[in-house]
């Protein structure tokens, strides 16, 4: 009884110690949160929602070019108040026509009347745009440019390599194969016709052309594996996939959004080496946690940021399961690692997928493992052609005809899954009390299978 008493005293004190330990960081990520909201004062920009204003700002990201119009984001500088100019901060969303160009390290003068944020149908705009820290929109203003030159210079010479980059696809591939390689290699979406994109949508192939945390983490498992398969030490391709991640960040801009997926990417390739969930599951809440204390934000307003960490706790935790269940598919043309890896990441993000967006697909499992075995050779062979076309196009175009063929194959993969009646479903969005369960009931199988691999192992040593 005595024994019992005190067993029950250490798990009643371990599991107050642990109570306090999340209580006292709950407490500080609300501080954290909260220090992350606008002031609202008069040295903000958005203060001055609803009002014609005059402001001087620089342009502090990508222009982000549409079909028949520009996002640029404004970092802002200085405010005409009546006839004085005075200093402000915070960001503008600015939306204005093609013509003239305008690009990264512009410094401009704009006048217009500034608005807030809204949700758009069920889309939460507001969100959307306030995990980027952006409480103003500007419509179709008047421009007036200042200078240029003004941004990063690391930043600058990385868009200009990637410009230079672009307009090469563009010269070796016809559409909408130039756009589609565009989109693996750099997650450019905007040239992608809209009938391809809804059949990559009812497919649930969409992440293969997003530089985000699901496609680099599949990516990053499907090139180690890659290497391995072709006698590269396990050592050596464990950096050459780091490298192959690296490329991804610095064509894509090296955008935030594009660094938090890497770092995604590479944890799976440390779960890969290291062979131990622990240390991996303390980098993988490490990075997270360093994510959050940059931006707290993102967890809550950015689905992407959520769809990658949840793909990575499928790849880690799920993979090592599905292994033992599915020792017998083929190896054949990575069938088996694909069809894994992609079951991992579509069982941890489903539900979140149902909670945000209520859209189920039925062949997604099926359709990936088609695809995703051909997609690392797909943009291997889709970068030595543009590399190559930098420097003669003539042999960018000859190498571009078998991009051409890798590309159009998995085109058309697209097209024939997405002519099944019941490809994709709309449901509608479950409640977050079904988000919950259904989070419950996965961590509990994975529970469980640790536990009953772990009893196994113990009983084969006996």
């Known amino acids: 009884m005595g024994g019992c008493a005190a067993l029950l005293f250490g798990w009643s004190k371990k599991i107050w110690v642990i109570a306090g330990l999340g209580g006292i960081f709950l407490f500080l990520g609300i501080l954290r949160y909260d220090f992350d909201l606008p002031a609202g004062d008069q040295s903000e920009i958005h203060f001055y929602n609803e009002s014609e204003v005059t402001f001087i700002g620089i342009i502090n990201a990508e222009p982000d070019i549409r ?15 009546g006839d004085n100019w005075s200093k402000v901060s915070g960001n503008v969303l600015v939306i204005t026509k093609l013509y003239p160009e305008y690009r990264y390290g512009d410094e401009l003068k704009i006048k217009c009347k500034l608005k807030k944020p809204e949700p758009v149908n069920d889309f939460a705009y507001d969100k959307y745009l306030a995990k980027e820290n952006i409480y103003s929109l500007c419509y179709w203003p008047e421009i007036k440019f200042l200078s240029s030159g003004l941004g990063n210079k690391l930043i600058s010479v990385l868009l200009s390599a990637k410009t230079k980059f672009v307009s090469v696809v563009g010269r070796i ?74 490329f991804f960040v610095i064509i894509a801009g090296a955008q935030p959004s594009v660094v938090r997926a890497a770092i995604m990417g590479g944890l799976v390739l440390l779960a890969e080496r290291e062979g131990r969930l622990s240390r991996v599951t303390n980098a993988l809440l490490f990075a997270g946690a360093s994510m959050l204390i940059f931006n707290s934000k993102i967890l809550v307003f950015d689905i992407a940021f959520q769809l990658s960490f949840a793909a990575t706790i499928g790849l880690i935790f799920l993979s090592p399961i599905f292994e033992r269940y599915f020792r017998k598919l083929p190896q054949t043309l990575g069938i088996k690692d694909s069809f894994i890896t992609t079951m991992s990441a579509i069982i941890l993000t489903l539900p979140l997928i149902l909670y945000n967006f209520g859209r189920l697909s039925f062949v997604a499992p099926l359709a990936n493992v088609l695809i995703l075995f051909i997609i690392p050779t797909t943009m291997a062979v889709g970068f030595i052609a543009v590399f190559c076309g930098m420097l003669s196009l003539g042999l960018g175009q000859i190498l571009g005809w078998l991009a051409w063929f ?47 691999s772990k009893f196994k192992i113990q009983n084969a040593k006996l």
Request: with cysteine; glycine share 8%.
């Open 406 to 452: 890798l590309l159009s194959y998995i085109i058309k993969v697209a097209e024939f899954f997405s002519k099944i009646p019941w490809a994709s479903v709309q449901i509608g969005k479950i409640h977050w009390v079904l988000l919950t369960i259904a989070y419950l009931i996965i961590g509990g199988f994975i529970w469980w299978q640790r536990k009953n």
């Open 173 to 246: 591939l016809p559409e909408p194969q130039a756009s589609f390689l565009g989109g693996l290699l750099y997650g450019a979406r905007r040239g992608i016709p809209q009938d391809l994109m809804d059949k990559f949508n009812a497919t649930g192939t969409t992440h293969i052309i997003a530089i985000s945390g699901y496609n680099i983490t599949i990516l990053a498992l499907l090139i180690s594996k890659l290497t391995c398969g072709f006698g590269i030490a396990r050592k050596k391709s464990f950096w050459i996939s780091l490298l192959g991640i690296l």
């Open 67 to 81: 079909a028949d119009h520009v996002k640029l984001k404004i970092k802002n500088e200085k405010l005409k108040i």
